[in-house]
Every structure is written in C-alpha cells, then in structure tokens.
C-alpha cells in the first residue's frame, strides 16, 4: 500500500536536468504550474505533456517511478472528477436522472482538472526527484535572501521545509511498518466501509504522532547539542551559478510560455 508513495523521494543522478542550477528548477517548476492554469486548448495540454515527456527522459528517472506518484495521488484526482462532472453546470444535457443532471460542459470541465491535477503532480515529483531535499533548502534560501533585510528568519524557514521534506519518506515507513505490525494483530485496512476504514486507521495514525513528536525532540536535542544558532555567519559548501544549460532551459521554458500565451 506504502510501497506506492514516491513524494518528496530523491533519485541521485548525473542527468541534464540533476545538473540544472536548483533555485533556477524550483523557478520554472512555479512557472509551469502556474502555466498550467492558463491552458485553454487541447494543444496546449499536450505541449506540457511533451515537455514533462522529454524532463522525465533526460533525467534518466524510471517512468515507473513518476507513475507512482500519479497512482498515489489518484483518489484525490478521481474526487475533483467527479466533484466537477456533478456539481458544474452547463447547457448540453448529456444525462439526467431525477436531480442528477450532467452536462457535456461539466465533463469537459471534470476532464481539463483531473489533466491538470496529473501535470501537477508529474511536474512537483520531477522537482523533487532530481533534486535533493538539501539543494531546495539552499535555494529557497538563496531566492528569499533579500527579505533577510528586513529581518525575515529566511534561513529558518527554509530549515523548517527542508526537515519537512526530509522526513516524509521516513513517515511513510514508520506508516508502512506501523500498520504491518496492525496487521499482524488481526487489523484490516482494505475491507469493511469507507467509515469502517477511517476508524480502522486510528491505531495508526495515533502511534505515528507519538512517533513524529519523539523524533521532532531528538532532532532539536541534537541540534542543540551542536550548538545550533540559525543561519548567522554560516557558508556554503556549494555555491549556486549559472551555467550554459541553465539558460538553454530558461530559453525552453520562456518558449512553451509563448507558445500557451498566443492561445495554443
């Protein structure tokens, strides 16, 4: 059941994209994904699909690994289906029974937000997967250094997220091996009603927040133990610069944001 779940996982590689300057991915990773909200045509969808495509084979990531996140995220992508196709009105009955009423506009609606929810999806696994937890941290705090200026805790913040990042592929495995051990007692996760199955999670979900605050107070013991005191006077083992393929990929992006902003 766990095993599916590949968010906020990393894949080490030499590829095109692992090279790409960090801040530099997480800029046009925000990019596309606010692209993606002004896509109005079919052609545009499928240039964005392209374009993921051709990301996911330079970075030499198994596809089977990007599906999976897709596959971890399809009950939220099947509810915005349906939540679309039932409740967004149109002018073309396409089926009617008493008080349901679907229109042939609220399909297509439905259709364009499970498409957009997928592209998000596969764009955010990307980011992640090509880049470590540790190189977002540096370059969230690198594009934020300005606001130190006016005394925002940036390296904070960016501490903050980069523990969160970190610690999800170890909550998913204090999850995993939480609920084999449930299991083993005679616990099922897969049958009864879908309020069967929630009350079912609570000797879950109950030891995995016992377990996160146990683990969040040894990881401040330890940082106090080494005398951590935030972002003050601190250098950087990696510098971040631009480099040739950088501004190829600037030049890549900048075109498919043309390409959707004439209406493809």
């Known amino acids: 059941m766990m095993q599916n779940i590949t968010i906020g996982q990393y894949f080490p590689g030499n590829s095109f994209v692992h090279r790409l300057d960090a801040r530099l991915k997480l800029i046009l990773a925000i990019a596309l994904i606010i692209l993606i909200f002004f896509i109005k045509t079919v052609w545009g969808y499928l240039s964005i699909a392209g374009l993921l495509f051709i990301i996911i ?24 289906f349906v939540l679309n196709a039932f409740f967004v009105k149109g002018n ?60 925002f805790p940036v390296h904070e ?11 999800i592929p170890t909550l998913i495995e204090e999850t995993d091996r939480i609920m084999k051990a449930q299991m083993a007692r005679g616990a099922s996760f897969d049958s009864g009603s879908l309020i069967a199955r929630m009350k079912d999670m609570l000797p879950v979900l109950i030891p995995l927040f016992i377990s996160a605050f ?24 990696k510098v971040f610069k631009l480099c040739r393929i950088d501004y190829i990929a600037m030049i890549v992006i900048a075109a498919e944001i043309l390409f959707i902003a004439f209406g493809y």
């Not at 596809?63 to 009950?75: G, H, I, N, Q, T």
């Open 57 to 80: 084979v330079c970075s030499r990531v198994s596809f089977k690994f990007v599906f999976k996140s897709v596959k971890s995220m399809w009950l939220v992508i099947v509810i915005a």
């Open 92 to 151: 073309t009955v396409l089926f009617e029974w008493e008080f349901i009423h679907i229109y042939t506009e609220s399909i297509l609606r439905a259709t364009e937000m499970a498409v957009r929810l997928v592209l998000l999806v596969l764009i955010s696994t990307m980011l992640t997967f090509t880049t470590s937890a540790k190189e977002i941290t540096d370059a969230i705090e690198s594009l934020f250094k300005p606001l130190g200026k006016i005394k």
């Open 214 to 237: 146990k683990r969040a107070e040894e990881l401040a013991l330890a940082m106090e133990a080494r005398c951590y005191h935030g972002g003050e006077n601190r250098t950087k083992l």
């Open 157 to 167: 913040m960016a501490l903050m997220m980069s523990i969160a990042l970190r610690f």
